[in-house]
């Protein structure tokens, strides 16, 4: 398509505009989003009161640098520690910085007691940048640029006595996205959840919920970690919370904010205004009555469905599982095919590993669309099977 890139990504459409749940490409070929930009476009493309807070703060001041405050970052943060725990806030451009910063804060607050060890969970995606991925699971991510920050270990997810084993005196925190992303669409059971709580607590270090993407509604609460009833001491946020526009957030228990310092972080554009003032509006739309009620509604129908579906198809799929509209199709081969397949009957949706379906329409997507997934994902089910025949 253009080879001015470094080849890093595997990409052939070109996007023009969007509307709702709809994408257009250059060619005028309209798509059903079922992947909503990777969990960021939570509530579509061109919602109104994202788009009205957007013009008017560009209007006002689009950047001022980190070194003054300015009106939208100071009432986010105020927003976010409301909505969530008592805590001090971080923004940062993206999901990959937002972690960086909590291994940063979850060391710098271990630091005098010398916890610098981290732990993550088999089938963790924290991100890409070197830090992030030494706490991310997958091998071929992490493989090209070896070595990693050392210190990590792996636990498998349900493992409480593999936890048991690594935790300890210089463990400086542990991760984990309640329900793992890219590594299948997996809710991680809410008492295993509970058990990670307390646990790391217990041994002195601290419990860190990635909800970059599982986070902001999408699993039908504001957050995923009120599903087990826990309260994580560092919370990761992005991929929604700018409304499309780069923006994430780390916060931070609120007695552990001593810790840091002037000069321990820092980030130029982190927060900017006119990305936080889409937040704040993101956010009003997100806790407006009924609207998760409403998520959890679509994810019920929506799930009732496609495990229908999968009785009907035993043979091509062998799992549904998800929380909210965050959704995995495991199939029995290769989710490729199914992807394909969609798109080329004008869907979108995007794989989680190698046999995974993963559905993340934006959160307010219509039950007639969600109709027309399921019929488009049945043709191209029995196409597969013919092919297979
Ligand atoms: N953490 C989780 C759970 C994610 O799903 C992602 C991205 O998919 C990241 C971290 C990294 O976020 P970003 O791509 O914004 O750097």
Redesign the pocket.
Known sequence: MSSAFVPVYDRDLVIVKGRGARLTDREGREYLDFAAG?GVNGLGYGDKKVLAAIKKQAGLLIHSSNLYHHEPGIALAERLVELAFPSKVFLTN???EA?EAAIKFARRVGKDAGRTELIAFEGS????TLG?LSLTWTEKYREPFQPLIPGVHFVKVGDVDGLRQVLGPKTAAVFI?PVQ??GGVRPIPAEFLRQIATLTREAGALFVA?E??CGLGRTGKLFAYQHAGVTPDILTL??PLGGGLPL?AILLREDLAPALHPGDHASTFGGNPVAAAAALAVLERLTADGFLEAVEKRSASLLKALRKLAKRHPNAIAEVRGLGLMIGVEMRGSAGPVVKGLRDRGILAIKAGEKVLRLLPPLTIGSADIKRLLSELEVVLKEGAVAAA
């Open positions: 990777i993206s999901g990959t972690i995606f924290h991100g890409r992030a996205e992303g890219e990635d970059i993407q992005a991929k994430g």
